[in-house]
């Protein structure tokens, strides 16, 4: 059974930070591309980062570059997404996703989300004072 199950995300305040883990089981996810997205209430989708097969490149929203950092440890079946200086802004649920293939189109645009094979439930970050 595939799997994909978020957590780490919790009640921070503004210019806090979080860790994200995702954890992928029932598919090889070594040779998947792995993407977080996130939805705020009323909003939506949108793609956060993501991480190819091999870490060989990883890829950023505008709005999150210089502050998340995505890894995969495929040893642990593993992606995590170190949120640091967090805003209100970032407050919203955050979903991984696994794709076989690649993660972006053209130069550096993330694939939406509904271009991915696999996703998970979400986890909730609230970012508030």
């Known amino acids: 059974q595939v799997q994909l199950v978020e957590s780490g995300g919790g009640l921070v305040q503004p210019g806090g930070s979080l860790t994200l883990s995702c954890a992928a089981s029932?598919?090889?996810?070594?040779?998947?591309?792995i993407g977080w997205f996130r939805q705020a209430p009323g909003k939506e989708h949108e793609g956060v980062s993501c991480?190819?097969?091999?870490?060989?490149?990883?890829y950023y929203s505008a709005s999150v570059k210089g502050r998340f950092t995505i890894s995969r440890d495929d040893a642990k079946k593993t992606v995590y997404l170190q949120m640091i200086s967090l805003k209100p802004e970032d407050t919203a649920v955050y979903y991984c996703?696994?794709?076989?293939?690649?993660?972006?189109?053209?130069?550096?645009?993330?694939?939406?989300?509904?271009?991915?094979?696999?996703r998970g439930q979400g986890t909730q970050v609230t970012v508030s004072s």
């Open positions: 029932g598919f090889i996810s070594d040779y998947y591309s």
């Open positions: 996703a696994a794709r076989l293939g690649s993660c972006i189109v053209g130069v550096g645009t993330l694939r939406p989300l509904e271009d991915y094979d696999y």
């Open positions: 991480v190819t097969s091999s870490a060989s490149a990883t």
